[in-house]
């Protein structure tokens, strides 16, 4: 990769210029404004020289070749929810807040299609597809914050992509803006093409650093009729584990299974009608099932006869939608809780075969006990996408280092990738190498540099 020179300070003239260019509406170099697009949902702080709110593809291709010319940074942002400080200004510049690009353009029952601008938050397009009878099936946990472009760049998943897929499965074509500033179309807008390379998959999880998305096109599937929901606590984690094979295996597919360690169960215990109390090493899973109203009820109750089969010590079923809300709601606050546990706070994303979780999870207490942290572990047991969170007091970072270096290699060495869906950004871009051969390396950081040869586009992450 070509080391660019170094990037440019924005200037008072350079701040006209972008004015001039993009109206005088769009950019703003307030202390406020400044501070907010410092941070993310990550622990980390970079403090950009000027936010630039684009409300149209053309706004963002004159940003782009003004950064080319003058040497500064670009940093596109959606929502700010990212866990890997994707969207921070590590080298400064410009963040490019495109959150005002928020029109739902088309949604075609017909085509089974809709066409959105990158600023719209995936809950929106979910019921505005509802609305016509159509689903959008990626729902990441900040479904009702995070923007669609956000969840393109970082290929999102979330609790339904057991049974749908990931964001990547959703998106036929995307409008980009380059960064020498040239707009261009990749993808198409149908079910199938083949002409040329897939540059809509490849830009699909590179997390800005390629392009910047300006215009969406999304596959939609017919909304279920009925979804069921049911939580189960088993008296150990393997036995949850065993319960997720044994449901597939007895020929459904779910809708979602997620699960919660003992850790986590005994942090939301209390929201839930557990009694006698689960004993100590006991893990719960939510599972749902959708389709048909005869379906979807037909599948939750063999769902169930798994579930009691397999040991489990309670069942709560969640007949209606008020209660089916209230035991997400359980999952939910798991993240709260372990945020509120203690000062640090280190949330890592991994992705284990589906035969290997609980024999990783197994030695989790292992680790905590090596290094003197806690460990909590949560996730979608029906993709192998284990949320592992690690709290720890202040001043013991250097173990919390360790920690998480450790953790990643024994997540690689077990058949594993570092990152299922919050993407690499900043935060783990040192562990690349962990996982990533030198070719590899290599290769993809030729494409960076065949893109962005001035690196002016999300400098500092991933591969630059």
């Not at 919660?260 to 006698?276: E, F, I, K, Q």
């Not at 939510?286 to 069942?315: F, I, K, N, P, Y």
């Not at 546990?341 to 030695?363: C, G, N, Q, T």
Request: one cysteine or more; aromatic letters at 4%.
């Amino acid at each position: 990769m070509t080391a660019p020179a170094p990037y440019v300070p924005l200037t008072a003239e350079t701040i006209e210029r972008l004015r001039a260019a993009l109206g005088p509406d769009a950019v703003s170099t307030d202390a406020d404004t400044l501070d907010a697009a410092s941070r993310d949902a990550s622990t980390e702080v970079h403090r950009p020289e000027a936010v630039v709110r684009a409300v149209s593809a053309r706004q963002v291709a004159d940003l782009l070749r003004l950064a080319a010319g003058l040497r500064f940074a670009v940093t596109p942002r959606g929502a700010g929810t990212g866990l890997a400080a994707g969207a921070l200004a590590v080298h400064g510049g410009v963040v490019l807040d495109l959150s005002g690009m928020n029109r739902i353009l088309a949604v075609d029952p017909a085509n089974l299609l809709a066409v959105v601008e990158p600023g719209v938050v995936v809950a929106e397009l979910r019921r505005a597809a509802a609305e016509q009878g159509m689903f959008y099936p990626p729902d990441p946990a900040s479904l009702d914050t995070a923007t669609l472009g956000g969840t393109a760049a970082t290929n999102a998943g979330g609790p339904a992509c057991v049974k749908y897929g990931v964001t990547r499965h959703y998106v036929l074509g995307l409008e980009v803006v380059l960064p020498s500033g040239e707009i261009v179309t990749a993808g198409v807008a149908t079910r199938k093409g083949v002409v040329g390379y897939d540059l809509a998959q490849l830009l699909v999880g590179s997390e800005g650093t390629l392009g910047v998305i300006t215009r969406l096109w999304l596959r939609l599937v017919p909304l279920p009729e009925a979804t069921r929901a049911r939580v189960a606590v088993f008296p150990s984690l393997g036995a949850a584990m065993n319960t997720v094979a044994a449901v597939m295996a007895a020929g459904v597919t779910p809708s979602a299974v997620e699960f919660l360690d003992s850790r986590c169960l005994a942090l939301v215990g209390d929201m839930l009608p557990l009694n006698p109390p689960p004993p100590p090493g006991a893990a719960l899973l939510l599972l749902e099932t959708d389709g048909s109203a005869e379906a979807a009820g037909q599948d939750m109750e063999r769902v169930a006869a798994v579930c009691a089969a397999q040991g489990a010590l309670h069942q709560i079923p969640a007949p209606d939608e008020e209660r089916r809300a209230a035991l997400w709601n359980v999952r939910r606050q798991v993240s709260l809780r372990i945020h509120d546990a203690a000062p640090i706070y280190v949330p890592e994303d991994v992705v284990l075969p589906l035969a290997r979780i609980a024999a990783f999870v197994e030695v989790l207490p292992g680790l905590e006990q090596r290094h003197g942290l806690t460990i909590y572990a949560f996730g979608h047991a029906g993709d192998g996408n284990i949320h592992i969170n690690i709290s720890a007091p202040l001043g013991v970072e250097d173990a919390v280092e360790a920690c998480i270096t450790e953790l990643l290699r024994l997540v690689v060495a077990m058949g594993g990738t570092m990152s299922g869906e919050h993407g690499i950004g900043r935060a783990k871009q040192r562990f690349l190498p962990l996982e990533l051969p030198p070719a590899s390396m290599a290769l993809q950081r030729a494409l960076k540099d065949t893109f962005d040869p001035g690196l002016i586009l999300n400098p500092g992450k991933v591969f630059a």
